[in-house]
């Protein structure tokens, strides 16, 4: 099946995972950025950020609907692999037993 220009397919697994990749590289630079500038605030501070984010990353999904393969389903599993990767990127960086 050849979808978008040239036979570019947005959803493939590679795309996919390069997407996934930059998003968790630029939460670990955030990350480190909080720490740096909030100090023991700095974890708080960027569960909330993480979530605004991925928050954002769903909203944004509805334009990607006018890609050529995009299906609901094809959608739904994007959501829910937005929210996989934010949720382990946040508990990969967070010391939760500062948060008690």
């Known amino acids: 099946m050849t979808v978008g220009a040239g036979g570019f397919d947005p959803f493939a697994v590679l795309p996919v995972a390069i997407a996934t990749a930059v ?23 960027f569960v ?8 954002l990353s769903l909203v ?9 393969g995009a299906t609901t ?3 739904g599993v ?3 692999m937005h929210i996989a990767a934010a949720g382990v ?4 960086l967070v010391d939760w037993r500062g948060n008690r």
């Open 23 to 45: 998003g968790a590289l630029g939460g670990v630079v955030v990350h480190a950025v909080f720490r740096r500038a909030f100090g023991d605030a700095a974890d708080r501070r």
């Open 48 to 55: 909330l950020a993480a979530a605004l984010v991925t928050l």
């Open 60 to 68: 944004l999904l509805e334009p990607a609907s006018a890609f050529d």
């Open 73 to 75: 389903a094809r959608l």
């Open 78 to 80: 994007l959501g829910l």
């Open 89 to 92: 990127v946040v508990a990969a």
